[in-house]
């Protein structure tokens, strides 16, 4: 019961009225800020050639340390689809595509009435909960289950191809969905989706989490730093120069050897910018040409 309400409050935080929303990014793994929820990673390919078979996307899943979904309850269900309607906002470029779950069944040609009963979580979850679309599962040699998510397509029997599970061949080539145990120590915010292209991808993924004003000022401070002691070491340098040429001057005024190495130094200095004051037009140094 704690575990569907607290599911239950990750879907309304994720994109709920009045709240936050998270931004659900394809390729990279969505964690919340807590101990309770799983992870989760859509994986959608927008290249119809890229995606995968259900082994291949459950070998993707186990090679992160990660499994192809399962779903423990409608509250979890309900989650998943929060993250996906997420995801496929106008202006994503993201579309029609179901995604693999780790739903499946051993055998082949079952055909009985007994064969919804024969299916199971390929990470072992003993969950009995089920989100068929109408007249599903049709079994035969269709032995994996997808999750719907075709928006552009006109509703059936059951209404939208959204959401509801479907078996599939298993060598049908589709999206998938990973789930990963949860993590304590999210990591910094994505900014832009990012599309998978191949199944065997190895970018690093992303814990997408709500940031707050003082982490956003503390990744701008950070780059800056460098930038900053620079500065500070020049302005130094010339504080620096400045004192030492002032005190080379009253020593030289008052040392009664003014050919010193020092005071011939600073006699140079003074020369040398004379002369570039006066190569400097008239109308700059007094802002009008005085006649000749």
């Not at 299916?119 to 979850?125: A, F, N």
């Not at 050897?257 to 140079?268: F, K, M, N, Q, V």
């Amino acid at each position: 019961m704690l575990r569907a309400v607290s599911l239950l409050l990750g879907a309304a935080l994720l994109c709920g009225p009045g709240a936050f929303c998270r931004r659900v990014v394809s390729g990279q793994k969505v964690c919340f800020a807590d101990a309770k929820h799983p992870c989760y990673k859509m994986a959608y390919f927008h290249e119809l050639s890229s995606r995968v078979s259900f082994q291949e996307a459950r070998l993707a899943c186990e090679s992160e340390g990660g499994v192809l979904l399962s779903l423990e309850s409608e509250a979890e269900q309900k989650l998943i689809e929060s993250m996906l309607k997420n995801l496929t906002k106008p202006g994503t470029g993201i579309s029609d595509g179901d995604f693999w779950i780790g739903l499946w069944r051993n055998g082949d040609g079952q055909t009985s009435g007994a064969c919804p009963d024969l299916y199971q979580w390929s990470d072992g979850s003993s969950s009995q909960y089920r989100n068929w679309y109408t007249d599903e599962p049709s079994c035969g040699s269709e032995k994996c289950v997808v999750m719907y998510h075709q928006p552009t397509a006109k509703p059936g029997l059951g209404g939208p191809y959204l959401y509801q599970w479907n078996d599939d061949r298993c060598n049908m080539k589709h999206n998938y969905i990973c789930k990963y145990e949860p993590e304590i120590s999210p990591t910094d915010p994505v900014e832009k989706p990012y599309l998978t292209n191949q199944p065997g991808d190895t970018r690093e993924n992303v814990v997408v989490t709500e940031a707050g004003i003082i982490p956003n000022l503390i990744y701008v401070i950070i780059p800056t730093i460098p930038l900053l002691l620079l500065i500070l070491v020049a302005f130094g340098t010339c504080c620096f120069q400045m004192l030492h040429r002032r005190k080379a001057r009253r020593h030289c005024i008052k040392d009664s050897t003014p050919l010193s190495s020092e005071c011939l130094a600073e006699s140079l200095n003074s020369t040398l910018v004379h002369m570039m004051v006066s190569f400097i037009p008239c109308h700059v140094q007094n802002n009008a040409c005085s006649p000749n």
